[in-house]
């Protein structure tokens, strides 16, 4: 992998943001990464983040090239003869992460450097309730729209027969354990 990093302060860094004169100017690029984490190693991270002090803005951007990280669900097993849980690989082709003077974090992608989301972390501490596709991939591009409300419906009727599904079996493992108190998957 490789890790470039650049902290500018002075007058030379007024080019980025009037801002980063005083705090300085932070640039990272970061290539070819690829990281095998435990979601332990995230959960863990939320007393390092929270401080009672307001930390000062400093103006980044951070990008981020063919970078994989896969997530291992590392707590103890409910069910001991469990598989356990599959682990999830996120893949980053190329994204931008660019933080303002006014502290908000915008996400572009690769082909969008105009179209900027601003993302606050002061401001949204509520995860989503629904997951959005936020880039579609090289293949996708070519989506109709009259196709998404069709996936839609089609997704929507997975999720219906998911939770049947799922009922079925829970229905079942009370019938069992009725019989057999100590049954165990």
Not at 39 to 58: A, H
Not at 97 to 113: A, L
């Amino acid at each position: 992998p490789e890790v470039c990093l650049r902290l500018e302060v002075g007058p030379n860094a007024a080019v980025h943001s009037p801002l980063a004169v005083q705090n300085g100017f932070l640039r990272m690029l970061v290539h070819s990464y690829t990281a095998d984490l435990f979601m332990s190693f995230l959960t863990n991270l939320g007393p390092f983040l929270e401080d009672e002090v307001i930390p000062e803005v400093i103006p980044m951007e951070i990008e981020v090239v063919d970078a994989k990280i896969t997530l291992k669900d590392d707590s103890p097993r409910v069910y001991p003869t469990s598989p356990g849980p599959v682990p999830i690989t996120l893949a980053v082709d190329h994204v931008i992460v660019k933080r303002r003077d006014d502290g908000v974090f915008y996400v572009t992608g690769e082909g969008s450097p105009k179209q900027e989301k601003p993302v606050s972390v002061l401001q949204d501490q509520k995860a989503p309730a629904e997951c959005v596709l936020a880039a579609p991939a090289a293949g996708t591009r070519g989506l109709q729209l009259k196709e998404v409300p069709e996936l839609q419906r089609e997704l929507q009727t997975m999720k219906i027969a998911l939770a049947e599904a799922n009922m079925d079996k829970a229905r079942l493992l009370q019938e069992i354990r009725k019989y057999n108190p100590l049954f165990q998957l």
